[in-house]
């Protein structure tokens, strides 16, 4: 849209709230590294600031998104983690406020489900999903709604990354008027995975087989990895063999030791394999040695890992759940949340089925092709302006 007069003329200054920036990033901290590098290549002329707490920047995770164009500025605020975790009421109403008063933005963008109190200034709020909100049931459920309610209330423009999760996040209370549905890209650690190098490198360090079923993401419950095991075990009974399972993410969770309790309990705990949290490059190696890649999460705002999967060449096998059907679309084997046996006859037929793994895979391929971070940022920065030019053209109000 055109910018009125006063924006039209110089460049919109914008502060996105960097925290999520860990040594060890998960999909949301993949996401902001993206959107961060596609925007420098996209947009020359505004002027970005990337705000975090000093103890959350990790210097390491640098490379992802360099070289970074010069209008990008970092802005660490020095916050201990005590005082974070004990006083963060202080840093929601102040610290964060008197730094975008100090920036005098003209947009502030928080790409993690969070917006500050008392700022004057527009702002943009991403949502990859409201997991806790959905699936959370009594008191915690009404908790996590009241705070995306509350969020929502402080924000100009929400931004799903799914229909799926605007019609979530429509469910739980009212929307700002600004509502756009931009779809994300998907990481590029599949592109390389045939590379024998990488392949044979994570065979040997996790002692794996030539054949394997793979899921990626965290151990936490709502990936609902206790039935994909029991799935594999129907699997490995009836294709035998030296069939593994090969779960690769942080597995440092609660979750983790009833997962483990049900791979004993199904008489498959030699044949699942336990990765931890992996590297970029064992990544690309697991998924160019996995015969097929598995999906039984109840519930996901997003999946960019059936991006990556599609990308690397792995055909697909997941849950008709959450946002899943809408990426995936007919570029995988969709079944029921909870129906054990159609998951484990959906992985059968892959397994035992070259022509239907090879026609999943130019599937994959052609499906992917359709979500961009170019394009994820264009439109972001779309947003910007017209939050902005908004702002601008209306008047100041103090979010609650």
Partial sequence: MDLPPGLD??????????????????????????????????????QYFL??????????????FSPISSNFRHVPVAVPDLFYKRYFRVFDRW????????????????????????????????????????????????????????????????????????????????????????????????ENAQNSNCIDSVRREFRLTERYVLFVGSVVERKNLPTLIRVFARVQASIGGHLQLVIA?????????????????????????????VSNEQLTGLYGGASAFVLASHYEGFGMILLEAMAAGVPIVCTAAGALPEVLGDAGILVPPGDEEAMAEAVLRVLRSPEVAADLVVRGHARRKAFSWRKMAEETLAVYREVAADHLTGSDRPRP
């Avoid at 999909?27 to 947009?43: M, P």
């Avoid at 440092?252 to 949290?277: I, K, L, M, S």
């Fill in 9 to 46: 003329s110089r460049p919109l200054r914008v502060g996105i709230f960097t925290n999520v920036l860990e040594h060890r990033p998960s999909g949301i901290g993949w996401h902001v590294i993206h959107l961060l590098k596609a925007l420098s290549e996209v947009d020359t002329k505004n």
């Fill in 51 to 64: 705000i975090y707490r000093t103890q959350c920047w990790n210097s390491s995770l640098g490379h992802q």
């Fill in 95 to 190: 610290v964060l406020p008197r730094v975008i008063r100090r920036l005098r933005l003209d947009v502030f963008h928080g790409p993690n489900h969070y917006l500050p109190r008392k700022t004057t200034v527009p702002q943009v709020v991403t949502y990859h999903d409201i997991a806790q909100a959905v699936l959370s049931v009594g008191e915690e459920g009404v908790r996590h709604q009241v705070a995306v309610q509350n969020c929502l209330n402080r924000a100009d423009a929400v931004i799903a990354l799914s229909k799926c999760t605007m019609a979530d996040l429509t469910k739980v209370g009212k929307l700002p008027l600004g509502k756009y549905i931009i779809y994300q890209g998907g990481n590029h650690e599949g």
């Fill in 249 to 277: 993410g942080a597995d440092d969770t609660p979750e983790a030791h009833r997962v483990r309790a049900a791979c004993t309990a199904n008489g498959v705990g030699d044949h699942v394999v336990f990765t931890g949290y």
